[in-house]
């Protein structure tokens, strides 16, 4: 299992220096907000194109830190799209005009997030409808899906985004 900090000083050695190091500085003061908004300018000011999957694990962590809705239209900007190459392996999937499904339970929403280009299977979160509106900041839980599938999906806890996000990961 990787830390949060080993994970966090990969995404930021994806930046040039002295970016690279601003980005770990921002970790070791406590501001990860701040260091993810570096991070994903960096990526943009400096014209790195990252793989599909990177830029899925990074909008868990950005998700993770109340950044999700924020980061999400520039981190998709980030990520390569590479011709010829096979289809890849995670990839966001979450746009900005995305609408969620409908729920089994009235009053939540099933919004797919990432997805897989091996099996087809889609991480969803699933979120409270709020009085106003709007969904939940944080999901009440995480959602395996299979397209076209009768199969109940696999349901993972509130907190379990890196474990959901493992078992997609991980079809044959």
Known sequence: ????????????GLLP?????????????GEQEAGLDRLVAGLQAHGVVVSEATVAEIAVVAREWGMGEALTPRLLRCAAVRPGAEEASLRL???????????????????????CGRCGEVLARVHTVEPWGD?????????????????????????SAWSALAALGACA
């Open 93 to 115: 999937i979450e746009h900005p005009d995305a609408r969620p499904l409908p729920a089994p339970a009235a009053g939540q929403a099933v919004v797919p997030w990432i997805g």
């Open 135 to 159: 969904l939940s900041l944080t999901p009440l839980h995480y959602a395996l899906l299979t397209p076209g599938a009768a199969a109940r999906p696999r349901l993972f806890a509130a907190g």
């Open 1 to 12: 299992m990787i830390d949060e900090v080993t994970r966090w000083y990969r995404f930021a």
């Open 17 to 29: 220096e002295p970016a690279a190091t601003e980005v770990r500085d921002y970790w070791a003061i």
